[in-house]
C-alpha cells in the first residue's frame, strides 16, 4: 500500500488518530521513524532521514527539516517530523502517479494496440489449425504440438516491455514522458510548434551592442546608463547594469532628483547636466528630442535587428543607443538542424512578440516560419488548424500563455527549468534541464522503439510459424514445442528490455 489511511493529528499539544478524510489544508500532523508519510506538506518542525524511493527512486535516505516539502508515500527512517499538511489523498503526486499506471491502457502506443491486436487476431486460428491438423492426420500429438505454440504470449510480452524500457531510457536521459503514447506522437510528428520567449530563446535581457553618437564613448555610454538605471527593477534596467558589472565599470550614484515614467524612461540630473534614458516614445514624444539624418539612419539599422532599444539623453542631445536583446539558446539551430534530419518537416514559431522580433529570430534559429502578435488563442488554433490536415504536431513552450495550445496538440512538451507549474501539468513530455537538446534525445528514442516493436513483432510471427509448421510435420512433440516456444519469447522479451539509447 502507497499510502496511510490515517495520520495522527496534533491538536491542543495532544495527538488523535484520524481519517485522512477529515484533515484539512494546514492541519499539523506527526509522522515517526517507521511510518509512512500520509500527505503532501511541509515540514514545520523536527528532523527526519526520508526514503523517497517510492518516488524518485534514490535509494538513499535525505535528510529533511523545517521548511522542506514531503510527500505522501515516503517512509521516515530516522527521527520525527511535524507536517503542515498542503494536499491529501487524490491530490498528492503519489496518487497522481497511480493514476497515470490506472490510465496506462489509454496511454498505449499505436505499434502497442496494434501488436495487442495481431496477437489477439491469431488466437482463434491457432485453435482452428490444431483442429484441422487433427483432422487430417489423425495424430493428437501434433495437434497438440501446434495448440503449444501461439503468438499472443511473445506479442502482448514484447510491445509493453519495449514501451517501458523507452520510458526509462527517457528517464535516465533526465526526461519524463507520461506515456509511451507521446513518445510515438513525437517519433511520427511531422510538424512542431515552438513558443519563443523561454523556449527558443533565454528569456534573459542582454546587451548586445552599445553605439555611441558625437564624443561619448561606448564606456561613457555604458557607465552613464548604469548609473541610471541601477535603482530600477524592469528587464532592460537589470541588463544595462549586468553589463557594465561584466565590463567592471564603476557606476557610482551621482545623479539625484530623478522623474521615473513607468514603462518609458528615466530623467534625472548629473553634473549638473540634464540626463535621461528610456524609449523611443520617452525620447522622441514625451522629451521631443530632435536627430540628425546619420543618427536617423542608426536608429532604423538597430531596429531592424528586431531589438529592444534605449535612448540616452544628455541636454537634450542623442549620445547613444543601447541595444537589448532576448538572445536565442545556444543549442537552438543545432537541434532545428538535427530535427529537419530526423523528419520533422514543419517547424514554426508563434509568438506574442512584433513582426520584427518574430521575423529576427526565425532568420537565427532556421525555423521555416513564424506567426506574430498571436494571442493563447490565436496558438490554440493554429495547433488545431495543423492537426485538421492529418498532421502529427508536437507543441513546445514553457508558459501559462501556451497551456490551451499544449493541450490540444499530439504530444506538449516543456522544459523542466524554465516553464509554470500549470505548463508542466498540462505537459505529456518534460523535458531536462539540457534545455531544448532533449528534442534530439526523445526523436531518437521514439523512432528507436517503434523499430524494436516492429522487429520483434516479425522475429515473433517468424519463429511462432516455424515452430507450428515443425510441429505439424511431426519433428516436434508437445513439450519440445512448448519449451522453444518459451523459451523464443523469453529471448524476445529479454530484447526487448535492452537499452534504445
Given at each position: 500500500?502507497?499510502?496511510?489511511?490515517?495520520?495522527?493529528?496534533?491538536?491542543?499539544?495532544?495527538?488523535?488518530?484520524?481519517?485522512?478524510?477529515?484533515?484539512?489544508?494546514?492541519?499539523?500532523?506527526?509522522?515517526?521513524?517507521?511510518?509512512?508519510?500520509?500527505?503532501?506538506?511541509?515540514?514545520?518542525?523536527?528532523?527526519?532521514?526520508?526514503?523517497?524511493?517510492?518516488?524518485?527512486?534514490?535509494?538513499?535516505?535525505?535528510?529533511?527539516?523545517?521548511?522542506?516539502?514531503?510527500?505522501?508515500?515516503?517512509?521516515?527512517?530516522?527521527?520525527?517530523?511535524?507536517?503542515?499538511?498542503?494536499?491529501?489523498?487524490?491530490?498528492?503526486?503519489?496518487?497522481?502517479?497511480?493514476?497515470?499506471?490506472?490510465?496506462?491502457?489509454?496511454?498505449?502506443?499505436?505499434?502497442?494496440?496494434?501488436?495487442?491486436?495481431?496477437?489477439?487476431?491469431?488466437?482463434?486460428?491457432?485453435?482452428?489449425?490444431?483442429?484441422l491438423t487433427y483432422i487430417f492426420t489423425g495424430d493428437i500429438k501434433k495437434a497438440?504440438?501446434?495448440?503449444?505454440?501461439?503468438?499472443?504470449?511473445?506479442?502482448?510480452?514484447?510491445?509493453?516491455?519495449?514501451?517501458?524500457?523507452?520510458?526509462?531510457?527517457?528517464?535516465?536521459?533526465?526526461?519524463?514522458?507520461?506515456?509511451?503514447?507521446?513518445?510515438?506522437?513525437?517519433?511520427?510528428?511531422?510538424?512542431?510548434?515552438?513558443?519563443?520567449?523561454?523556449?527558443?530563446?533565454?528569456?534573459?535581457?542582454?546587451?548586445?551592442?552599445?553605439?555611441?553618437?558625437?564624443?561619448?564613448?561606448?564606456?561613457?555610454?555604458?557607465?552613464?546608463?548604469?548609473?541610471?538605471?541601477?535603482?530600477?527593477?524592469?528587464?532592460?534596467?537589470?541588463?544595462?547594469?549586468?553589463?557594465?558589472?561584466?565590463?567592471?565599470?564603476?557606476?557610482?550614484?551621482?545623479?539625484?532628483?530623478?522623474?521615473?515614467?513607468?514603462?518609458?524612461?528615466?530623467?534625472?540630473?548629473?553634473?549638473?547636466?540634464?540626463?535621461?534614458?528610456?524609449?523611443?516614445?520617452?525620447?522622441?514624444?514625451?522629451?521631443?528630442?530632435?536627430?540628425?539624418?546619420?543618427?536617423?539612419?542608426?536608429?532604423?539599422?538597430?531596429?531592424?535587428?528586431?531589438?529592444?532599444?534605449?535612448?540616452?539623453?544628455?541636454?537634450?542631445?542623442?549620445?547613444?543607443?543601447?541595444?537589448?536583446?532576448?538572445?536565442?539558446?545556444?543549442?537552438?539551430?543545432?537541434?532545428?538542424?538535427?530535427?529537419?534530419?530526423?523528419?520533422?518537416?514543419?517547424?514554426?514559431?508563434?509568438?506574442?512578440?512584433?513582426?520584427?522580433?518574430?521575423?529576427?529570430?526565425?532568420?537565427?534559429?532556421?525555423?521555416?516560419?513564424?506567426?506574430?502578435?498571436?494571442?493563447?488563442?490565436?496558438?490554440?488554433?493554429?495547433?488545431?488548424?495543423?492537426?485538421?490536415?492529418?498532421?502529427?504536431?508536437?507543441?513546445?513552450?514553457?508558459?501559462?500563455?501556451?497551456?490551451?495550445?499544449?493541450?490540444?496538440?499530439?504530444?506538449?512538451?516543456?522544459?523542466?527549468?524554465?516553464?509554470?507549474?500549470?505548463?508542466?501539468?498540462?505537459?505529456?513530455?518534460?523535458?531536462?534541464?539540457?534545455?531544448?537538446?532533449?528534442?534530439?534525445?526523445?526523436?531518437?528514442?521514439?523512432?528507436?522503439?517503434?523499430?524494436?516493436?516492429?522487429?520483434?513483432?516479425?522475429?515473433?510471427?517468424?519463429?511462432?510459424?516455424?515452430?507450428?509448421?515443425?510441429?505439424?510435420?511431426?519433428?516436434?512433440?508437445?513439450?519440445?514445442?512448448?519449451?522453444?516456444?518459451?523459451?523464443?519469447?523469453?529471448?524476445?522479451?529479454?530484447?526487448?528490455?535492452?537499452?534504445?539509447?
Amino acid at each position: 500500500m502507497l499510502q496511510s489511511d490515517t495520520a495522527q493529528l496534533v491538536k491542543d499539544n495532544q495527538e488523535f488518530s484520524v481519517d485522512l478524510s477529515s484533515l484539512i489544508k494546514d492541519d499539523i500532523i506527526i509522522v515517526r521513524a517507521g511510518e509512512k508519510i500520509s500527505v503532501d506538506g511541509e515540514i514545520v518542525s523536527g528532523k527526519a532521514m526520508i526514503n523517497e524511493s517510492t518516488l524518485t527512486g534514490e535509494s538513499k535516505p535525505q535528510e529533511a527539516f523545517d521548511g522542506r516539502s514531503v510527500y505522501a508515500g515516503t517512509t521516515i527512517e530516522e527521527g520525527q517530523i511535524y507536517i503542515a499538511v498542503k494536499y491529501i489523498g487524490n491530490n498528492t503526486k503519489i496518487s497522481k502517479i497511480v493514476d497515470i499506471v490506472s490510465d496506462s491502457n489509454a496511454l498505449k502506443t499505436q505499434a502497442q494496440q496494434r501488436s495487442d491486436n495481431i496477437a489477439d487476431a491469431f488466437v482463434p486460428y491457432n485453435f482452428l489449425l490444431a483442429i484441422l491438423t487433427y483432422i487430417f492426420t489423425g495424430d493428437i500429438k501434433k495437434a497438440s504440438s501446434t495448440i503449444m505454440v501461439d503468438y499472443s504470449c511473445a506479442m502482448k510480452l514484447a510491445a509493453p516491455i519495449s514501451v517501458f524500457s523507452s520510458l526509462r531510457d527517457a528517464s535516465k536521459k533526465g526526461h519524463f514522458v507520461k506515456g509511451g503514447k507521446f513518445l510515438e506522437n513525437f517519433a511520427i510528428a511531422e510538424t512542431i510548434v515552438f513558443d519563443k520567449t523561454g523556449t527558443l530563446t533565454k528569456s534573459e535581457a542582454q546587451v548586445s551592442d552599445i553605439i555611441p553618437f558625437g564624443k561619448y564613448s561606448r564606456k561613457n555610454i555604458l557607465k552613464l546608463a548604469a548609473c541610471l538605471e541601477e535603482h530600477f527593477p524592469h528587464s532592460l534596467a537589470k541588463s544595462v547594469v549586468r553589463q557594465a558589472e561584466k565590463e567592471n565599470i564603476n557606476h557610482k550614484e551621482e545623479h539625484a532628483e530623478v522623474e521615473y515614467i513607468v514603462a518609458h524612461g528615466i530623467s534625472s540630473k548629473i553634473k549638473e547636466k540634464s540626463v535621461a534614458i528610456g524609449s523611443e516614445h520617452f525620447i522622441f514624444e514625451h522629451l521631443k528630442i530632435k536627430i540628425n539624418d546619420n543618427q536617423k539612419t542608426v536608429i532604423e539599422q538597430t531596429k531592424s535587428t528586431g531589438n529592444s532599444i534605449l535612448y540616452l539623453v544628455v541636454e537634450k542631445n542623442l549620445i547613444g543607443l543601447i541595444s537589448i536583446e532576448d538572445p536565442i539558446r545556444e543549442e537552438t539551430k543545432t537541434v532545428i538542424e538535427k530535427l529537419r534530419y530526423l523528419g520533422i518537416k514543419n517547424m514554426v514559431m508563434l509568438t506574442g512578440d512584433s513582426e520584427r522580433v518574430a521575423k529576427n529570430i526565425t532568420s537565427l534559429s532556421g525555423l521555416d516560419r513564424y506567426k506574430a502578435n498571436c494571442f493563447p488563442e490565436d496558438k490554440i488554433e493554429y495547433v488545431k488548424n495543423i492537426k485538421n490536415t492529418s498532421n502529427i504536431v508536437g507543441m513546445v513552450g514553457d508558459g501559462i500563455n501556451d497551456t490551451p495550445a499544449l493541450s490540444a496538440s499530439d504530444v506538449g512538451i516543456v522544459m523542466h527549468n524554465c516553464c509554470s507549474e500549470i505548463a508542466k501539468e498540462t505537459a505529456d513530455i518534460i523535458l531536462s534541464n539540457d534545455g531544448l537538446n532533449g528534442l534530439i534525445d526523445l526523436r531518437i528514442l521514439g523512432n528507436r522503439l517503434l523499430s524494436r516493436i516492429e522487429f520483434n513483432n516479425n522475429s515473433i510471427i517468424t519463429i511462432n510459424s516455424a515452430l507450428i509448421f515443425a510441429s505439424i510435420l511431426g519433428f516436434l512433440s508437445p513439450s519440445s514445442a512448448a519449451i522453444l516456444h518459451n523459451v523464443s519469447t523469453a529471448l524476445i522479451s529479454a530484447n526487448a528490455m535492452r537499452k534504445l539509447i
